[in-house]
């Protein structure tokens, strides 16, 4: 049995993870279109801060590949898939044969169209891989007046302007939406991330988008001109708007394809034996109760393990899943989970806000669908497994809302192991001598 | 205890050690003042990995007088190794515990965000998710050992899927074994 995975991050990775679970002997091969083992794609801006480093942001350990017999094809680019004869063709012309395809080819950078925008200058880019940070690195050495625009603020660009910042250059957001991390965020909890941006030397212009760049006889960005028709100076200008999913080289194939890659509850495509999963596909999102593309990390690995299973010869199902996000902004944590801003009118909304503390809850009916916190994370995984599953919990509203979530743990913990009914024997089992490992059956 | 399991010393050797729960038994320690678990795990940590990577990973909460243990309790597929952005979370293969590199980890909080029982803790100062490892490396858990009142157990994982299954067995047919021990 020959596996070909395209890509080599989270979702691939997953994937071939799920398939030597199974499949001990069977060929592996991961193409890849970038001259790196896997890195954690997400942290290329904790690597502009220096948190990460050359050493600590490869994803899996050095001897990961050796180890589970995965064949690694670094800097390979698929070009096309042939699914009737089976196989994948590259960008050197080289065809590889597969019995089971994963496509995990992840996003790419969206760009609005913007006049003067050069991906090519070594001043401007986007901000999605290790070159990008790499090129930022180098271009905030070159920057004159240690001014840069980032146009999106959304987690690309928010975490794109941290990272220019802690390089030391003056940072400016320009946002189309009134507020960054606007779909997640609401009105008070997006004020109180423009705060603590505005403080650390990040400004933030919304309701904004830039029309034009102007350019420097050498194509380096000198300003940009915004809608309102303000001229803000640029050394550096990174478009960090969103990701759009990477489908361009399955044109042809026969594999169905709306927006993302469309997937069945095995993730399978509309093709036999190709599978897809990561930010290239459609999947269930249980909040919206429709086909949607949620791009984030817990997912992809999860939607990868799902198809690895499958391809392996597994049966698996994937229920779905639903978009949550967590974000450190200067000290200031942010959650958000599921639906956090309210679509329809049953839909009803708990806050709580004090000094340092932000949390919001969005009820449909007495089952949780959505969450903010901001200031105070703790147990917020508890939140999100209880939205994800469904469980009526308006009870627990005013818990949750003071921060008292382990409550829930606690009662549904007991209620597992049985000792707050009448009937149990307190102390356990021990007290029963009846039961043995003889007579349990 | 002993006579029932008999193979638990095998058990313990061959097999995945989990730590079992006994919640009902757990009174917080509120007479000592402080929790004996929490402590010999702020001791352990603060040794193991250093100042900077300190602080217990084990919290017990409070609700209408019941205590119960906030623990890792090792999912078989992690949420927060899915979760984890850096790779700093992973099943350590030999042991089957989910353990963490905190050199990796940068604080990103997705764990946080995901682990269903509230068992990682955001250490802001620090900027790191701390997560209990299972003591895997000593021959005992510190939590365990120090707890007095038989609230922690550890155990192999064949027994513990034992005992859970008692419990399980003890909720649906718990009137009837009461009637029959009362015979």
Redesign the interface.
Known sequence: MKYVIIGNSYAGL?CADAIRRFDKSGDVVIISDENYRAY????IS?YLEG??TDE?????EDDYYEKNNFKLMLGKKAVSVDTASKKVVLEDGAEIYYDKLFIGSGGTPFVPPTEGFNPDSPMMGTFTKFDDAKKMEKAAKFAKNKEAIVVGGGLIGLKASEGLRALGLHVTIVELLPRVLGLALDEISGNITSKRLNENGIDTATGETVTKINLDGAGNPESVILKSGKILKADIVVVGVGVRPNVGFLEGSGIKIDRGIIVDKTMMTSVKDVYAGGDAAVIYDILNKRPNIIAI??LA??EG?VAGTNMAGVYREYPGGMG?????IY?L?I?T?GLTNPSNESQKVYMFQDENVYRKLVYDGEVLVGAILLGD??????L??VIRQGLKCLKYKDEFLNG????F???S??E??????G????????D?P????TN?R | ?QN???NLKEDLKKNQIEIM?????CDGCESEGFAACIKACEVHMSKKFGSKYAGARINI?K?AG?F?P?ICHNCE?A?C???????ARYKDTESGWTVTNY??C?????????????A???I?AG?FASKCDGCIDESMPKCVEACKKGALKRIGIKNYS??R???????IY??Y??S??KR
């Open positions: 997953s954690a794609r997400p942290l904790y948190k990460t600590t942001i490869w994803y899996k990390v817990p690995c999860e393990r949550l996000n967590s974000v450190e000290g944590p959650v989970i994370i703790s147990g917020s995984g508890i999100s497994a008292n979530i382990y409550s743990v606690i009662d913990e007991f597992i192991y049985n000792i707050n009914e009937y149990a024997v307190r102390g356990d089992f021990e029963l009846e039961f043995s490992r349990w | 205890m029932k399991l008999t729960l006994y919640p009902s038994k909460k609700k019941r119960f906030i597929e949420p190794v899915d979760a984890c952005m850096p790779g050199k990796k940068v604080g990103c909080w997705m764990c946080v965000m995901t682990c269903p029982f509230g990682i803790e955001r802001g900027h034992y005992e299954r008692l419990m399980v067995a003890k909720k718990g009137p074994i009461k029959v021990e």
